[in-house]
């Protein structure tokens, strides 16, 4: 059980928790590749990509900077298409697809997520953004109008470590300048946001937009609107 009644900052993971690629993985990469002479369709796409994130997600990084951010989605999109046909030039094709993930109207918001955000702010929390991301994120941020609802945005190549790392949860705790036991990490991840943050003392809570995923968390999140029902309505003190 999570205790409210000290939780003073609160820091929410970006992509699976606040917003989603937006229709989808697969229809944006097939929308893509169809420029490049490909055409696969968006379900193998989705398919082949959530496969091949899943298996990078399991090599731990040390430290990180955009360059190696860039080399390891190389090594994802390269994996995504394995199994299927090839581009002729495949740096035209990642170029693409990187800027295309770059841009806001790929990207939507999950619901009510600038409300609650908004509604957090004005109860007197400090609210973030602690993500494993780039510097495309603030970019996004900006696009879907949530940006300026932050106090801090804690990115991962721009301070050189990324979750589950315990080095991220550090440093973002010294940005909003609280101690662990009024930190609450939202995020939709057991592995890079909820045993992480409970290893530095903070608390969490694991969202769960889709049902069919589900841990079994009793006191999982089914939307973010269900945050402002736990806690207080006016930040402690």
């Not at 009644?5 to 697969?26: C, W």
Request: charged fraction near 25%; glycine fraction near 6%.
């Amino acid at each position: 059980m999570i205790n409210t009644d000290i939780i003073k900052g609160i820091t929410f993971d970006a992509g699976g928790t606040l917003v989603r690629p937006y229709p989808s993985v697969g229809q944006i990469y097939s929308d893509v590749m169809k420029n490049h002479g490909l055409n696969h369709g968006k379900d193998v796409l989705e398919e082949a990509f959530r496969r091949s994130w899943k298996k990078a997600q399991k090599a731990p990084r040390g430290s990180i900077d955009e360059a190696s951010e860039i080399k390891w989605w190389k090594d994802v999109v390269m994996e995504t298409l394995s199994d299927l046909d090839k581009p002729k030039n495949f740096e035209n094709l990642f170029n693409d697809l990187w800027n295309t993930f770059a841009d806001a109207r790929h990207w939507k918001l999950y619901d009510n997520a600038r409300d609650v955000l908004a509604q957090l702010k004005d109860r007197g929390y400090r609210v973030a953004v602690l993500s494993n991301w780039d510097n495309r994120l603030r970019g996004i941020l900006d696009g879907v109008e949530i940006l300026d609802l932050f106090d801090q945005v804690v990115i991962s190549t721009e301070v050189g470590c990324e979750k589950p790392d315990p080095g991220i949860f550090h440093i973002a705790q010294k940005m909003i300048g609280l101690p662990p036991r009024a930190m609450l990490h939202v995020g939709d991840s057991h592995y890079h946001d909820v045993e992480a943050s409970r290893s530095v003392g903070w608390q969490c809570l694991l969202i769960q937009h889709h049902p069919e995923l589900s841990h079994g968390d009793d006191e999982a999140l089914k939307t973010l609107q269900d945050l402002l029902q736990i806690l207080p309505d006016k930040c402690p003190s």
